[in-house]
Structures are given as C-alpha cells and as structure tokens.
C-alpha cells in the first residue's frame, strides 16, 4: 500500500512523516519519530501500557491511526518534563517507588496527568477509576496510587493558599 | 510484534459518501469508527480488508438530541453516551453499560454504534493467528467445525455487547442507511442467533442512528458479571427497564439478557409473569426463575458455564430489586 505525507503535532511540535496508512500510532511514534517512551505491550487494547493524550484525552496508540489524527495535540511521556524539570507526577513516581519494571510508568503517568488537569481533588476511588485501563504486574498499584494521590493533594495545597 | 495487515483508509465527507463508497468497494470494505474492535480483530487477521472506510471525521455520526424521545448518534463515544445528563436521569441502564464497557481510554475512542454491533467472540476465535492455525482454524474463520460444539451445524460466538441488551429494553430502534434507502427497525431485530451471521443488517448497511423512545417513567438498570471490574467483555449481562403505576402495579417489563448466547436473549415470560403485579419477593423470585431456564450459555468464553446461567438468576433478582426501591 502506498506510503503518504502526514503531519502530527507531538509535544508541541509538528512532525513530517511518509507512512503507510495501516502504520498505528504506536508504531510511528516508536519508528518514525524514535519516541520509545511509549511502550508496546498487548497492542490490542487489553494492557494500556501504549497510553498517550490526545487533546488532553487518554487513548490507545496501539489502536489508532496518524492518518485520523493531523491536526490534534499529542502528548507522550517525553511531552511531560520540562527540558531537565520533572512532571510532578514523574517526580512522585520516582520518590515513592511507584515503578518496579517501568513498563506501565508511562501509560500511568500520562492516564493520572489527565485526570489531575481537569479534577483538582480527586479522591483514590476516582484515580484508581482513571487508572483503571493501564495495568501493572508487578507493584500491585497501591505505590501507584500513593504517587498520584500526592501530587493531588499537593496540587491542591497550592491551589487553596 | 502484532502488526495490521495493509489496507487504503478513506475518508467520506458525509454519510451519503460513505455508503457510497462502501458501494463503490464491496467485500473489499470494512467500515471503521474507533477502530477498538475491528483493529485487534484485523491483527489477529480475523478480518483483513484492503479498504477501510473511516467515520471518525463525520460530524453527521456525533451527537445526541432530544426531542420526543432522544436520538444518540452512531458515532458518538462511549464516554459521551454515559456522561450525558438526560440519558443518566432518564435512560440510566444505557448511561450505567457505556460506563462499564473495557476502560477510560476505550470509552474515549469507541462509539455506542460500535458496540452494538461488536463481533461475536469465543476463546477459539479472538486468538492470534498463530493459535487459530496451530489448533485448527473453525467454524467462524477459515475453518468447517465449531470448536466449543463440534457436532453442531453452527456457530456458538457469544454477543459481548453491553449496550444491545439495553437498548433493546428500552424499546429502542435504529436506523440504518444503505445504496437502496433507509430503514429503521426495532433493535432486537438487528440481531440473528448465530455466531456468524449475528447481525440483522446487511453489510453495506451502515447504522447511523439509536432512537429511544420518551422515557415516560421507565426505570431502568443495566447489571454486568465480569472476572474484573475494568476490560472485561460480559459474561452475563442484565438489561431491565420497567414502569410502574402510582400503586405500584407493573405497567410495562422488558428483561434482556446479555452474554449468554450468540444474540441479546429476550425473557418474554419473565416480562410477562411481572405485568399487573407490583414487586414483590415472590414475583422477583419467579421472574428470575423464569429468566434463568432459557439461559443456555456454552464453555466458550471466561467461567464455567455453569457459573454463568446460575448467576442468571441472581443478577435478575438483583436488577429487579435494584429498581423495587
């Protein structure tokens, strides 16, 4: 099948790719813009561990096309630090051993990113409920959950003084 | 690495073009919203069309009215569908299954008209094609034996949509657009018992709309059994929308199950056993009775099936005394 000219925005720049339409996302953001933070797990779905934004909306790259995606704002795990300035989640992550393998980090980080941008205080039920399409094998979550948790209740600190 | 086989993606302008195109390919076509079915279904080369006909960009397929009833558009997503304020007050088994479909970022990405036409599945199906080959290929790709059934003429594949059994309780209808017109028929009918053949429309039909009718006090609950509270397709689902008078009497019943056959199973005796009476233990308890003996779900998808038809009764007796409050 015949490659094309597509155009994707990726933390907040534009990129130039010639692919085939059947390339997914995941693959081209691994391949063609050699951002490997974003991680093949089951590539049908079932995992989340592929998670990227998309207009500040948790989806699956696995399972989506550059070819229906020109124009929209992606954000991957590269997208989340600053230049050498950590995310607080990232940072909160790494402080509170919420990563063993790092597998599912980035699809974790990146699912609670969305969530703490449009719910200031969300209780645990609410970031376990965000979290609930990205899986991990080996912390059993609730060091994920802490992390989350904090930030939330730091970004909430701010807010109030 | 799974990969999707290649294909050409094309994109209508409207719905008109769309089916148009559709036309134009043939059996060489698929058409696409979210992609959240087909595409694991495509790398697990259970289907491998050279055209995809892509909806996502047809503003004509988002959207919700509501006027004398409410009308959801095919394509509007599944985290839309359980978010909307009139459909939760009013329609609230439809709110309570698209929030329970897989995960956040699938609801984002797929669409209530996606689900209702989900493919069927079974654990000899939804496999690699490395599996499916290393096994023996059957009956409903490639092969000439059901695996979960083998002395059967037919296919077994189990309906794993959450929203049919709702819609269809709630006296929904939908609408499908086509070369030769359009039509609009009740939801049951949108569905065949049969693994293969499961859908009641033809395949350059595209379903553009769901129509429910006025709510009219229908109370309404959807329950779903899963092994985990998040992925999971059901294993057994219940749809129950009921009405009652100001004394409490059953005006109207609909019971739909889900997850227990090849097509959302209607309990038509449940249903009736209800009407005229108001909801008590004992009509519970027989409408239960009744909904569980047409249950007949086979070993082809997560638990026994045996666990599965017994919790056709109590997932019923649930529902109802769900909406007994």
């Not at chain 1, 696995?62 to 704002?73: F, M, S, T, V």
């Not at chain 2, 569908?81 to 439809?94: D, E, F, N």
């Not at chain 2, 007949?296 to 005394?321: C, F, I, Q, W």
Request: aromatic fraction near 6%.
């Amino acid at each position: 099948m015949m490659k094309q000219v597509l155009h994707l925005r990726v933390n907040g720049q534009t990129h130039e790719l010639y692919i085939e339409p059947h390339k997914t996302l995941l693959e081209a953001l691994r391949e063609d813009l050699d951002l490997t933070g974003t991680k093949h797990g089951c590539e049908l779905g079932e995992c989340g561990a592929c998670t990227v934004l998309v207009d500040g909306t948790p989806i699956l790259a696995c399972l989506a096309l550059p070819i229906e995606l020109q124009g929209r704002e992606i954000t991957t795990v590269e997208g989340m630090a600053h230049g050498a300035e950590l995310h607080p989640l990232q940072r909160s992550f790494a402080e509170l051993n919420a990563a063993q393998c790092g597998y599912c980090t980035a699809g974790m980080m990146l699912s609670a990113k969305a969530l703490l941008d449009h719910e200031k205080n969300p209780t645990r039920e609410q970031i376990r409920d965000a979290l609930a399409g990205n899986l991990c094998r080996c912390t059993g979550y609730e060091k994920i959950l802490d992390a989350v948790e904090r930030v939330a209740s730091e970004q909430s600190t701010v807010e109030s003084k | 690495m799974l990969r999707l086989p290649p294909f050409t993606y094309h994109v209508p302008r409207s719905i008109d073009d769309a089916v148009n195109l559709y036309a134009q390919y043939g059996a060489d076509a698929m058409f696409v919203a979210g992609g959240t079915d087909l595409y694991p279904n495509m790398k697990r080369r259970q289907f491998e069309p050279k055209v995809l006909i892509g909806l996502n960009a047809l503003t004509e397929l988002r959207g919700i009215t509501n006027d004398n009833g409410i009308t959801l558009r095919a394509g509007t997503s599944l985290a839309q569908i359980s978010a909307h304020p009139i459909l939760q007050s009013q329609y609230a088994a439809l709110a309570i299954a698209a929030q329970l479909v897989s995960t956040p970022q699938l609801r984002a990405m797929g669409t209530l008209g996606g689900n209702l036409c989900l493919d069927t599945r079974c654990n000899y199906y939804d496999q690699e094609f490395w599996w499916r080959k290393a096994l023996g290929f059957c009956m409903k790709k490639d092969g000439e034996i059901c695996m979960v059934a083998p002395g059967s003429p037919r296919c077994w594949a189990v309906s794993s949509t959450d929203c049919a059994p709702v819609v269809i309780a709630l006296d929904g209808r939908v609408r499908l657009v086509s070369p030769r017109g359009e039509r609009v028929i009740a939801a049951t009918d949108l569905y065949r018992d049969d693994g293969i053949e499961y859908l009641g429309k033809a395949r350059d039909e595209l379903l553009t709309e769901i129509i429910l009718p006025p709510a009219d006090g229908v109370k309404s609950v959807y329950l779903k059994l899963r092994r985990r509270d998040s992925f999971d397709f059901p294993i057994l689902g219940v749809a129950a929308a009921l009405r009652f008078a100001p004394n409490g009497e059953i005006e109207t019943a609909r019971l739909v199950l889900g997850g227990v056959g090849s097509r959302p199973l209607e309990c038509i005796e449940s249903a009736r056993l209800m009407i005229g009476q108001k909801l008590s233990r004992d009509v519970i308890d027989a409408a239960a009775e009744a909904a569980w003996k047409p249950a007949r779900p086979l070993d082809n998808t997560d638990s026994t099936h045996g666990y599965r038809k017994k919790m056709a009764r109590v997932y019923v007796t649930r529902a109802l005394e769900t909406l007994a409050e």
